[in-house]
């Protein structure tokens, strides 16, 4: 997608906009130029509301992706008397705006560029309109069906932020409950699970960086992760662990008897528990084909896979996996049910929440506790000969990576890209040719049929090379 315009309508404004306000990211003499990459930064003092751009696009796509989900929670619908703040599609925040952008679309095996407007009115739902669909279609109908909507939405909305603002995670932590929920209902109703949630809101914070960094060095070719090597130094990853915990003694009443398992404790003590990961065995069991080699503690329920990363370990996880998303989206879901112990009471509140302070109400589970998790992650490193872990990285290297990473991961993908302040730790070298950076990441023989639009909002704008 490429944006072209953002108008707040709303009647109370919008955080720090006023009623009105609007934003041009693309003027019309660039029409033309929007299958290239190029950013838009967003530059200013400190308090100046660059922040409010990045939350309002991330809210208002949440909007748009929960009204024509396929699936919700129950405890997130809207109902008059056991849910009166539960979701409702004519009612957001903003509640009244304009988006506009242009989406690639394919015709008669042409590539052709649909302009696509989604408007609210104030306490109404959202229409979205395909704009110039008269030049490709005999009709004069441009409002689109809830499932025209969803060819013309972009297949990623990828949110990340550094430092203490945490004003743009908000849509994108309802989101990721929204897809751990849609796993567990698949195995409360034993519906199958597609090993991918349908959510498109993607929020990197640590552990998710770390999946995308694995993806890239495992999946990736040597020349797409040149920006690693050339200001990192680092050209391999050595080893690595994942730790999966199968099973877990903590449930809702909901599950059928016929899916608990029962367990003897050291003391004799029955109990029962509950295989978390069962409608993600296939692609665990490509993990474990992956590793070099692995242990299962039934004590415990917990599969250990160790991985000493060469060439055949590479070929085993383009084997199974195929492409550095796949496996991504893999380590997503199983990233996603580290939240099972997330009551629903906190889950209701958090669905309901307009705060600011939202992620600090989420308990952050031991590492001993968690679902998932990776461990001994360590890279080998120009000019070192030892072990280099990724945690003994400067807080600005874990950040290039995670910028730099992201934008690899998603080079070729139809993305809106939303990176809030992601050069706060980066040396003066880096901050200069930042931009630079990112383009030689989106450097792709498929320019004519992908679209990324990224949004920059900068903590700092001096020596740039805008």
């Not at 199968?246 to 599950?255: A, L, M, N, V």
């Not at 069991?285 to 299962?296: A, V």
Request: net charge negative; proline share 4%; with cysteine.
């Amino acid at each position: 997608m490429k944006l072209i315009r953002l108008k707040i309508d709303n009647p109370k404004g919008f955080r720090s906009f006023q009623p009105g306000f609007e934003i041009r990211f693309l003027k019309e003499l660039n029409f033309d130029k929007i299958d290239e990459f190029n950013p838009y930064v967003i530059a200013g003092r400190n308090g100046s509301g660059k922040s409010n751009i990045l939350e309002a696009l991330a809210s208002i796509f949440y909007h748009i992706e929960c009204c024509h989900l396929d699936y919700r929670p129950d405890n997130f619908e809207y109902d008059e008397e056991a849910n009166p703040n539960g979701f409702r599609a004519e009612l957001a925040a903003p509640d009244a705006f304009e988006i506009e952008y242009f989406f690639p679309f394919s015709l008669d095996r042409q590539i052709s560029n649909a302009r696509i407007l989604i408007k609210k009115e104030s306490q109404k739902e959202p229409e979205v309109h395909w704009k110039n669909r008269g030049d490709f279609e005999d009709t004069r109908e441009t409002k689109l069906s809830s499932i025209e909507i969803k060819k013309f939405l972009p297949l990623y909305i990828i949110g990340y932020f550094s430092g203490q603002n945490e004003i743009l995670s908000l849509p994108f932590f309802k989101m990721r409950f929204i897809h751990h929920d849609e796993y567990i209902d698949s195995i409360k109703n034993q519906t199958g699970y597609s090993t991918q949630p349908e959510g498109r809101l993607v929020f990197l914070d640590n552990d998710f960086s770390q999946a995308v960094l694995l993806s890239n060095l495992l999946l990736q070719d040597k020349e797409i992760l040149e920006p690693f090597e050339q200001e990192l130094g680092i050209e391999d990853i050595k080893t690595f662990r994942i730790i999966i915990r199968t099973h877990i003694k903590s449930f809702d009443e909901d599950f059928p008897k016929t899916l608990l398992e029962e367990n003897e404790d050291e003391f004799g003590k029955i109990y029962r528990t509950l295989k978390i990961t069962q409608q993600l065995q296939t692609a665990i069991d490509k993990l474990k084909k992956c590793s070099t080699c692995q242990y299962y503690d039934y004590a415990s329920q917990i599969l250990y896979l160790d991985y000493k990363v060469n060439a055949a370990t590479k070929e085993a996880f383009n084997l199974h996996f195929g492409n550095p998303i796949d496996l991504f989206k893999t380590f997503q879901i199983l990233l996603t049910l580290n939240l099972f112990s997330v009551s629903e009471n906190l889950k209701n509140e958090l669905y309901e929440s307009s705060s600011l302070y939202v992620n600090e109400t989420v308990p952050v589970l031991p590492s001993d506790e968690r679902i998932f998790r990776f461990k001994d992650f360590a890279l080998k490193k120009k000019s070192i000969s030892g072990t280099v872990y990724n945690k003994s990285l400067s807080d600005g290297e874990h950040q290039f990576l995670h910028a730099i990473g992201l934008s690899l991961l998603f080079r070729e993908e139809n993305a809106l890209i939303l990176l809030d302040e992601p050069e706060t730790h980066f040396n003066p070298d880096w901050r200069a040719k930042f931009i630079s950076t990112l383009r030689k990441c989106f450097k792709t023989g498929h320019a004519s049929t992908t679209m990324r639009e990224m949004l920059i909002n900068y903590y700092a704008y001096a020596l740039y090379d805008f």
